[in-house]
């Protein structure tokens, strides 16, 4: 055997290494992500072993598109040294996870068509350690918001905000706190009563600020939200259980004798809509605006490390409406010196 007849053998061998190594990646995909779809537990299971399934499951549906990604790059490797078998299997692996995102640039009635007169409510998580609310201002004006709820409100922005919008949004309920659970609203409708930091029930220290307006004549209620940020195992769990109770608050609302005629729950849910994290949210009839009208991934978050920065971001943040509310458009605004983007929705209500 010659030498080139050797260097050939052992390319193959390394060639068919690569590919076992690739069928057994193929197949650790398809299993992942049909795990990340039904597994499902209840909310109150606090065990270790369940939390980290529970983990496991919220970052298989978080990081999907990237999966596609990675999958659509080794379909095309495996095409180019012919294993094309290999190919076929990882480019539909590739279809599956990429393909509603591009049929969402297409599907016919998914752009924004927002119209004069509509409610429209902006959303922004603004990063508790950034010092200037110079960026947020800009975009509030830029979008021009009937009602407005930030996350990670501190003290130091409130006079800031007045100074420049004061006149703009007359009507405000601030909570500013330590950390990143303070919250604010600014509204230009008047509110209808005293706003609720804390709906009946709600059991954590992060405060749920519920206010309620009219529009066209009808009572809209409004709830900032900031869900806990999967960051320790015990973070998991109650992210989880908040989602839940949730869930639970806004249908137990919506079927009141005094339920208003539509509710909306927007800001930071530290989870991808679709994910099964929020499964009961989905399951008291909220819709999510850009599931209805926006277009394309409509990435608000991504890291920042230098090592990560580079890679496509996710939703987070959300605007969720149930009632007699019809969604007319929605988007993500521009930066603010966050981690955050800023969201917005608008909405016709009741019959008008």
């Not at 076992?20 to 992942?32: D, R, V």
């Not at 752009?111 to 509509?118: C, L, V």
């Not at 409130?158 to 006149?167: D, K, L, T, V, Y």
């Not at 988007?331 to 209500?349: E, N, Q, T």
Request: aromatic share 8%; with cysteine.
């Amino acid at each position: 055997m010659d030498q080139d007849t050797g260097a050939r053998r052992g390319g193959q061998r390394i060639v068919g290494l690569v590919a076992i190594l690739a069928w057994g990646g193929a197949f650790a995909l398809f299993a992942a992500l049909l795990f990340g779809e039904v597994y499902r537990p209840d909310p109150a299971a606090a065990g270790a072993i369940e939390t980290r399934l529970v983990f496991a499951a919220l970052l298989i549906q978080t990081f999907s598109f990237h999966a596609g990604i990675a999958a659509v790059g080794a379909c095309l490797v495996a095409v180019m040294v012919k294993r094309r078998r290999l190919g076929l299997t990882l480019g539909l692996g590739g279809v599956l996870l990429l393909g509603p995102v591009a049929w969402s640039h297409v599907a016919p009635g998914t752009m924004a068509t927002r119209g004069d007169g509509d409610l429209v409510v902006m959303s922004a998580n603004v990063l508790y350690v950034n010092d200037d609310p110079a960026l947020f201002i800009e975009r509030v004006l830029e979008v021009d918001p009937d009602v407005v709820l930030i996350q990670e409100y501190r003290a130091s922005w409130s006079e800031p905000i007045r100074r420049a919008m004061g006149e703009r949004y007359p009507y405000r309920v601030e909570l500013p706190m330590r950390g990143a659970f303070g919250e604010a609203v600014l509204s230009k409708r008047e509110f209808l009563e005293e706003p609720v930091f804390a709906p009946e029930g709600w059991a954590w220290d992060n405060p749920l600020i519920v206010v309620a307006i009219e529009h066209g004549g009808e009572r809209v209620e409004i709830g900032n939200v900031h869900l806990w940020a999967p960051l320790s195992w015990e973070a998991v769990g109650e992210q989880r259980r908040q989602a839940a109770l949730l869930g639970a608050w806004a249908e137990a609302r919506m079927a009141s004798d005094d339920a208003p005629a539509a509710l909306i729950l927007a800001g930071d849910f530290n989870a991808p809509f679709r994910t099964n994290h929020l499964r009961e949210l989905r399951s008291a009839g909220l819709q999510e605006a850009h599931d209805v009208r926006g277009a394309g991934r409509g990435a608000t978050w991504k890291p920042r490390r230098a090592l990560v920065s580079w890679a496509p971001g996710v939703r987070l943040d959300h605007v969720m409406f149930a009632g007699e509310a019809l969604c007319t458009g929605s988007g993500v605004g521009r930066g603010i010196g966050s981690d955050h983007l800023p969201v917005w929705a608008s909405f016709r209500v009741g019959g008008e």
